[in-house]
């Protein structure tokens, strides 16, 4: 499985945009990028995928770097609400996600 | 929004008892997959099912697992004797399809603990 890497912790202000990294140099032509989120006590969260070109959601906006070697989750006003572990990953056709330690995100009021 | 549910949200069992973890997926969602969590690691991969039958499993899914689609609706994890290392947070997602572009939708969880 193609190998993802986050920054273990980020911080940012309430209200302001938050850009997290994602490093993925070993994805292949097929590997589709996935962000989910996990809220302390809650259940993996999907907040947004993409393959080549950038995408919005009411969520998130992804921007997927032309080279696809790595991706920028975008939350454009963060909340409290926000604070979570975000994780990007590598999904192929093959079903399941492989897991890593994720970025912790942490909103100042 | 439609979502996915599991019950019990906390299960404790003693060590050696069998234990089954119920979810009902999405509706019109065709691929189920376990999860767990043990507290404060990463999220680990058990078994992906999809057509009434496992299509990948982990290491962690020896033979004291299996799963179960009973009904049209339900997808149960059963823990047959269950071992103190087994306490975790287990969840249950599916998805539309099997394909890397169709996302996955987790559920919260069941807490099982076992004493």
């Known amino acids: 499985d193609a190998k993802t890497t986050q920054p273990n912790s980020m911080e940012s202000n309430e209200e302001e945009p938050v850009h997290l990294p994602c490093n993925h140099s070993t994805i292949s032509g097929t590997d589709y990028i996935h962000w989910y989120r996990q809220l302390p006590s809650q259940g993996p969260e999907y907040v947004i995928h993409g393959l080549t070109s950038n995408v919005n959601n009411r969520m998130a906006s992804l921007a997927i770097a032309e080279d696809r070697k790595s991706s920028t989750l975008i939350l454009h006003r963060a909340t409290l609400r926000d604070a979570a572990v975000y994780y990007c990953?590598?999904?192929?056709?093959?079903?399941?996600?492989?897991f890593g330690q994720g970025t912790t995100l942490q909103v100042k009021p | 929004e439609p979502e996915v549910t599991q019950t019990p949200s906390h299960q404790v069992t003693q060590m050696g008892q069998e234990v089954i973890l119920r979810c009902v997926p999405i509706?019109?969602?065709?691929?189920f997959y376990w999860y767990r969590q043990i507290l404060g690691q990463k999220v680990e991969f058990l078994v992906s099912?999809?057509?009434?039958?496992?299509?990948?499993k982990s290491e962690i899914f020896d033979d004291q697992f299996s799963v179960e689609r009973p009904d049209g609706s339900n997808f149960t994890l059963k823990i047959r004797s269950t071992k103190l290392e087994d306490s975790a947070m287990y969840f249950c997602?599916?998805?539309?399809?099997?394909?890397?572009?169709?996302?996955?939708?987790f559920g919260n969880g069941t807490r099982l603990t076992v004493t």
């Open positions: 997602a599916s998805s539309e399809g099997g394909i890397g572009g169709s996302p996955l939708h």
């Open positions: 099912f999809y057509n009434n039958e496992i299509s990948e």
């Open positions: 509706s019109n969602h065709l691929y």
């Open positions: 990953i590598l999904r192929r056709n093959t079903g399941k996600l492989i």
